[in-house]
């Protein structure tokens, strides 16, 4: 069967393709703006609801569940980018995403009009399993309609989004639970999902050829309760229960059967949820390691920077959180450049600069944590973003082109799974390093004892970035380009053919 995409419902003349026309204003504007509307759902509920705990809590109770409002969104969404991904490639991207948006809008509604915390937590879960198709899908749809020299500059866009969440959504969530009510933090959601399902439906077409397949239902399953059992042992371990119990060793077991089992199903599947010959593609294992590394990172960071300012030199949380926002700024900024870049130099280059300069943000914010500084840790966090934005455009971009359409949903949805999984083990890793210090010392609000559980975080965190910067060492020199013309590859690539399977 062949697999072709793509008729993105836009036509453009060679001198309209070009990257002056990347934009709002392009004849692909709108399916971007959709895009990056449906990207800001998730941006946005990643930030917002922290300043609005509080309020929440007074309201419908629940005090101790309240951290499951941040751990269930996190798992349902994880263990659900390689299912979306997957069916992506089999049915196409547009019924993908809009069913992806409109779970999210419906979860959105529930959400506001949750009776207590336990229906919440709930529906938030639900609103996980809506977000598990935003952003890999997003991601894919670019790298149909958007050649390779303007893919990285289009990352620019999208990572801009996060950059005015990560300013907006702490602000609108402290406005609506101070002057309405907190239930609009996810009401707020209901136009943003309608507008960009809207404009998905009317402006995004696709081609593609309709053909029976096979669903991997068993593959499915055990990969979502292998995830699932993974994930929330770390999200867990040393908070709802001891890492060393019957409850860890009962859950990482469960896990560790359940993805046992599933590689050996996936073997044998006709066509697998997760094709793993395509995972241990040397380019595509590379990029999810860095994926891997680049969300302990930047998560690890972004969740115990604002305590260390806080509890260290009384910073109120609006400026600790303007400074942790300084990495979402650096990010974009580096995003829009990265393409001229990594068409005169290479993925690999690009992504190593990249890793070595987040490496070295990280390594300064480690070296000086010793001294609190907002405008210190804001300028790490610039550095550190910065090298982020240099670095994931290359890498995704790099594994988009080097597969036909029907692999890129799920090529692209690996990464996302790694950022993830990275996500949750650097949050366990970085707990589990500041908890035990903190309880060795004078408690969390002792300066001298958060001062030095923070800067052992942040080592780790180093640690981390290096580790990143292995991981970009190793992206293969020689990338093989499917479907581009030879005048448009960037340094070190190849052109390849599209061929059927």
Known sequence: MLFLNIDSGVRMSAAESRGRTVGFRSARGPILLAVMLSTGLVAIDSTILATSVPTVVADIGGFTQFPWLFSIFLLTQSVTVPIYSKLADMIGRKPVMLVGVLIFLIASILCGIAWDMTSLIVFRALQGIGGGAILPISFTIIGDIYTVEERGRVQGYTASVWAIASVLGPTLGGVFSQFLTWRWIFFINIPLSLIAMWVLWRKYHESVERTKRSIDYAGA????????????ALLEGGVAWEWLSPQTFGILSLGAVSLTAFVLI?????????????????????????????????????????????????VVPLISGLAVAALSLGWPVASSISAKVYMRIGFRQTAIIGSAVAAFGTALLAALAGWPNAWFVASSMFFIGFGMGWTMP????????????????????????????????GVAIFGAISNGMIAAGRGEHDYSTIVNATQWVFIAAAIAAVLQLASAAGVPKHVVILSENPGDLPAGAELGSERSS
């Open 221 to 232: 399953i055990t990969l979502t309760i292998g995830l699932s059992a993974l994930i929330l």
């Open 266 to 314: 996936e073997r044998r599947a006709r066509e697998p949820i997760l094709d793993l010959k395509l995972v241990i593609r040397p380019l595509i294992l590379a990029t999810a390691a860095v994926n891997l590394f680049s969300g302990a990172v930047t998560t690890g960071l972004s969740s115990f920077a604002p305590t260390y300012l806080e509890n260290s030199i009384g």
């Open 394 to 425: 290359p890498t995704l971009v790099a594994v988009q082109s080097s597969v036909r359409w029907n692999e890129r949903g799920a090529a692209t949805g690996v990464g996302q799974l790694a950022r993830s999984v990275g996500s949750t083990i």
